[in-house]
């Protein structure tokens, strides 16, 4: 890389108190700051990333010659220094610890190579790698200083989405998801296992979520062009699109309202306080959960192409060369819980009462303060089908990141009825004083499997039944694999044509339960239609509205 200092534009700072991420944020009202680097017009910045206050990254391209920039600052943005790569399209950037950050880009249009730059010294020098995934990035994302996941579409994928995940701060990769006929833009995560994934055919999009760390997905598609989403908790989301919000306060169901033209990427800093960026120098807030939003003055008519949060402080960065920051208010946030897996509903599937089926439940101090669990209640509709395994001795207190585990045991106590409870956490978090997670699952026979195989390393059951929170149907494909497995399932009608592609994805081993919604087709008789490692699988459905 070519290296020369620049200095910024000389726009005043302002001094604010950088009280770092153990707080939460509350709005207050303030100006967008310009903090431009010296650069071209022709410059995007696709991204931007801050550390803490002072060290910040900015990545991007100079259109007209197609270099790739990455700018460098360590005093908030007055001063930055100016980083050039010959073609290369840069489009994110992250930050593992101080000095070690990661830049992700592609050499090229789909079908290009994907690069990965990673630096243990704030970019003085650079480690630089050809991904073996041919894909144009789109988005990164470190969640922790090991693992990253990235975003995009490529050649490899059939002009396709594709997710890549590493494990090891971005030396190897894998592909963790690939979707036929999709343009993946965003992703958000709320832990290291649950995360979510949107992408768009530019007509309608399809949101994919994930509980176990990329290991298996579900889908849910929208009749809309989405470009961003955050997500603040698994059950709190939003999603953007062109001229449309999609909102969700219970992880199943969502809200659409009417958004301005110009709005393209979106981050809320809590439940209540959110902000969006986008076309001609858009930037909005809202202090009411999206339901209201104000306006903004940005100082700018170029168009912002990102969005990000650090301490007190957002950023936005776009056309012309442009870097924008916006101070926040932040007060400590004392005792938080964390929750896992965070979801509204757990369905524990159907399984044989023969065969008692269990799920881990953590719960973590995520805040600044001692955390106490007061009370952990399990409610059921018929006594002892749900159970506390090894219960834990209450109340009990969590120091700042500790965790407490327990197993919640599923036995049905007949085949073909439907049980459900409630789990019920207390404890004097201020984020979540009362947590709640909703329990389903089904009593089945153990010869009553449907379509099933078995062998080379892998035992698949495949079969139906209602969902109870569900308009309609839910198929559930339930897989059981000994080593890592292609998925592909086709609905198809009784001929045999082929309706649509549900879902093409790669499995790890492990168990897997896939629920597949059905409630947007006409009553009729259907055929699933899978392939899974090489071997095919069939079931009827039969649909009736």
């Keep these: 890389m ?3 200092g620049t200095r910024g534009k000389g726009r005043a700072a302002l001094l604010w108190a950088a009280l770092g991420q153990m707080f939460a944020a509350v709005l207050l009202p303030a100006q967008w700051v310009d903090v431009s680097p010296t650069v071209p017009d022709d410059v995007i910045f696709f991204a931007v990333e801050y550390f803490d206050a002072n060290l910040g990254l900015a990545v991007g391209q100079n259109t007209t010659d197609g270099t ?11 001063v930055w220094q100016i980083q050039e790569e010959a073609n290369a399209h840069l489009r994110a950037a992250g930050f593992f610890s101080a000095n070690e950050i990661i830049v992700a880009g592609h050499d090229g249009p789909p079908g290009s190579k994907t690069l990965i730059w990673t630096s243990s010294d704030f970019g003085e020098l650079w480690a630089y790698d050809e991904v073996t995934a041919v894909m144009g990035v789109n988005q990164l994302l470190v969640i922790n200083s090991d693992l990253v996941y990235t975003v995009g579409y490529g050649e490899d994928f059939g002009l396709s989405g594709g997710v890549l995940k590493s ?12 979707q036929e006929n999709i343009f993946f833009n965003s992703l958000s995560f709320v832990s290291a296992a649950t995360g979510f994934v949107l992408g768009t055919d530019f007509d309608d999009s399809i949101l994919l979520q994930t509980t176990d760390g990329g290991q298996s997905w579900t889908s849910r598609p929208f009749a809309a062009t989405l470009n961003d989403l955050h997500f603040v908790s698994a059950n709190l989301g939003f999603m953007i699109g062109d001229e449309t919000l999609f909102s969700t306060r219970d992880g199943a169901t969502w809200d659409e309202q009417a958004m301005h033209a110009d709005a393209k990427r979106i981050l809320f800093v809590d439940a209540l306080h959110g902000y969006t960026v986008g076309r001609n120098g858009l930037t909005q ?3 009411d959960g999206g339901q209201s939003w104000t306006t903004l003055n940005s100082g700018t008519d170029a168009e912002l192409e990102h969005l990000s949060q650090r301490g007190s402080f957002l950023y936005a960065s776009g056309r012309r060369g442009t870097v924008l920051r916006l101070p926040i208010e932040e007060v400590p946030a004392g005792p938080r819980l964390s929750l896992t897996p965070d979801v509204e509903v757990h369905d524990f599937g159907s399984t044989p009462p023969s065969e008692p089926r269990e799920q ?3 719960l973590r101090s995520a805040g600044t303060a001692e955390l106490t669990i007061n009370d952990i209640e399990l409610e059921s509709t ?3 089908v749900y159970t506390i395994a090894d219960a834990p001795v209450l109340p009990l207190a969590l120091t700042p990141d500790a965790e407490l585990s327990f197993n919640i045991r599923f036995s049905p106590a007949t085949a073909g009825e439907d049980y459900t409870g409630l789990l019920t956490v207390r404890s004097d978090a201020l984020n979540a004083p009362t947590a709640t997670i909703r329990l389903e699952g089904q009593g089945r026979s153990a010869s009553s499997l449907g379509n099933s195989i078995s062998g080379d390393g892998m035992r698949a059951v495949l079969h139906s039944r209602s969902s109870p929170t569900a308009a309609g149907t839910m198929l559930l494909l339930e897989l059981e694999t000994l080593r890592p497995l292609d998925v592909d399932l086709t609905l198809v009608d009784l001929h045999g ?5 549900m879902r093409k994805m790669s499995l790890l081993s492990g168990r897997h339960s896939i629920p597949l919604a059905t409630n947007d087709l006409a009553s009729g008789v ?7 490692g090489g071997r095919p699988l069939r079931i009827a459905l039969l649909l009736a509205r």
């Design 285 to 287: 807030q809202t202090e």
């Design 382 to 384: 018929t006594p002892g």
């Design 497 to 501: 044509r082929r309706i649509r592609a």
């Design 68 to 78: 790739g920039i990455i700018a460098r600052t360590s005093d908030g943005g007055t």
């Design 2 to 4: 070519k290296l020369s």
């Design 526 to 532: 259907y055929y699933v239609a899978a392939t899974i």
């Design 167 to 178: 494990e090891d701060g971005g030396l190897t990769w894998q592909v963790q998801l690939t």
């Design 360 to 362: 881990q439940m953590t």
